[in-house]
């Protein structure tokens, strides 16, 4: 059997380093807009983190959750 043609990995363009600078490139700037894209994220979540949703007024308070012991 002849294995001349089968790919080995230092014939990958990749392998070991051998990436072209165009590539490297833009994987550190899809790394680096997702680092941006959490912080965003994590801000807004940060910032808007109160719960809004409460109906009660001063007639009808709603639900007590304090024990009463």
């Known amino acids: ?5 089968e790919p080995s990995m ?3 363009d990749d392998y070991d380093g051998n990436e072209s600078e165009e590539k490297r490139n833009i ?3 899809i ?7 959490g912080a ?6 940060f910032t808007n983190n109160s719960v809004s949703d409460y109906n009660g007024t001063s007639q009808n308070p709603g639900i007590n959750t304090t024990k009463g012991f």
């Not at 790394?31 to 894209?37: E, N």
């Not at 965003?40 to 979540?45: D, F, L, P, S, T």
């Open 27 to 29: 994987v550190n700037k």
């Open 10 to 12: 230092s014939k990958i």
């Open 40 to 45: 965003i994220y994590g801000v807004i979540r």
């Open 1 to 5: 059997m002849n294995f001349d043609n």
């Open 31 to 37: 790394i680096l807009g997702l680092l941006v894209i």
